[in-house]
């Protein structure tokens, strides 16, 4: 059988990646298996330990990856984007916090998936601490973690429910939740200067 290049080795690599980061996002972590990766991303199961030392190793870099293709842009893009139908109806595509928090919260405390969740959920309240503008570093960062906690929360709570209603009045009780928060901020941080 011929060897493959490194640099094909390369993108089957990264092919097995992101076909891990889509699935462990639909199915959750122990909802799939190796070889269903490996079909998936069309290489056999037997290239698997040549790319990794195993399937804990691939689920922390593809927790890794599905953070990193999550849209940024404005506080308000990223809460309408995430508290949207389409994502809750597409965790295979979307942010792996919410995908995947249920799974993560029962693997070992020492566990590399864990360590890159932990570092993905830090990552994400800096994010979003840094688009409220105006507002002091230690409240921009509980705001950022009760923004967090809503937004991941409202979306676990839509997927689990079996009426599309509900699920949509779960969204759109969040919106208005974060809604009242920007105008909160708003207000905090004085009067305008129009007038």
């Known amino acids: 059988m011929p060897r493959v290049s490194q640099?094909?080795?390369?993108?089957?690599?990264?092919?097995?990646v992101e076909v891990a980061a889509t699935l462990f996002r639909e199915r959750g972590l122990h909802?799939?298996?190796?070889?269903?990766?490996?079909?998936?991303a069309g290489l056999t199961h037997g290239g698997f330990y040549g790319q990794f030392a195993n399937k804990?190793?691939?689920?922390?870099?593809?927790?890794e990856t599905a953070?990193?293709?999550?849209?940024?842009?404005?506080?308000?893009?990223?809460?309408?984007?995430?508290?949207?139908?389409?994502h809750v109806r597409a965790p295979g595509m979307g942010c792996p916090v919410a995908a995947l928090a249920n799974d993560v919260a029962r693997e070992a405390p020492d566990s590399p998936v864990?360590?890159?969740?932990?570092r993905g959920v830090r990552g994400m309240v800096d994010l979003m601490a840094a688009l409220v503008p105006k507002t002091p570093k230690q409240k921009r960062r509980q705001r950022a973690l009760s923004s967090l906690a809503t937004l991941v929360g409202a979306v676990v709570l839509a997927r689990a429910v079996d009426d599309e209603a509900l699920a949509e009045e779960i969204l759109g009780a969040a919106r208005v939740s974060l809604g009242a928060e920007v105008s909160e901020r708003d207000t905090a941080a004085g009067p305008s200067n129009s007038g």
């Open 31 to 40: 909802g799939v298996g190796v070889a269903d990766i490996m079909g998936a």
């Open 67 to 86: 953070l990193t293709d999550n849209g940024r842009g404005q506080l308000d893009s990223l809460v309408s984007n995430y508290l949207s139908i389409a």
């Open 7 to 16: 640099e094909q080795a390369k993108l089957n690599r990264q092919r097995v």
């Open 56 to 63: 804990d190793a691939l689920a922390a870099e593809a927790f």
């Open 114 to 118: 864990r360590s890159r969740f932990t």
